[in-house]
């Protein structure tokens, strides 16, 4: 089963695609924005699923997505995100989508959706489609101070040390000192685990 899975955010991304592949018999082909997707879409095969990112580059909101569906009918597309509401995630299965996954999804179950949307299914998890509209205060912000925060931003875009240390005009010492509190707080193995716990949870 061959996915194209795209998302501007290259650890998440790779992180994913690295869950699909873990199944028997599934191939992940990688874009980063959708002029990518458009050029994989000529260069390969017809893909069993297409997944976009709802905020990568030339999305354009739900527009990007109406595009992709009608260049890849009637395979299915379907949307993922750290950051779309229930409202845009009713709006794109409206139009057509195969579904919507949040990427706060559990590995085992964004791999199950996979499936069942490359079978000509569509899918949504009940409980982020029935949450309320209005979300609480992010409860990851609670636990972490405010330069944590700013460390952990830095840590989901990519940034080594020396690169944080230089954006918030600080020593290195001490970035990997919040570093190094930052993977205790989030039970994190190390800091592509702290990254990607702050993205799974639409914190950034």
Do not use: W
Request: charged share 25%.
């Amino acid at each position: 089963m061959r996915i194209l899975l795209a998302d501007d955010h290259e650890l998440v991304r790779e992180t994913i695609a690295a869950f699909i592949e873990k199944e028997d018999g599934y191939k992940v082909v990688q874009s980063s924005d959708l002029a990518g997707v458009e050029k994989l879409l000529i260069a390969h095969d017809p893909f069993d699923l297409v997944l976009l990112d709802y905020e990568m580059p030339g999305m354009d909101g739900l527009a990007g997505l109406q595009k992709i569906m009608d260049a890849v009918r009637p395979r299915p597309v379907a949307l993922i995100s750290g950051s779309a509401n229930k409202a845009v995630a009713e709006e794109a299965l409206e139009l057509g989508a195969a579904g919507f996954l949040p990427k706060t999804m559990a590995a085992k179950s964004l791999v199950n959706a996979i499936r069942f949307m490359a079978m000509g299914e569509k899918y949504a998890p009940i409980d982020f489609m029935t949450q309320a509209a209005e979300e609480v205060a992010h409860p990851l912000k609670d636990v972490l101070t405010a330069r944590e925060l700013q460390v952990l931003s830095c840590l989901t875009r990519g940034l080594a040390n020396k690169e944080i240390a230089r954006e918030i005009d600080l020593q290195e010492v001490t970035i990997k000192l919040h570093v190094k509190t930052l993977c205790r707080k989030l039970n994190a193995k190390n800091r592509t685990h702290a990254a990607m716990i702050a993205k799974e949870a639409g914190l950034f």
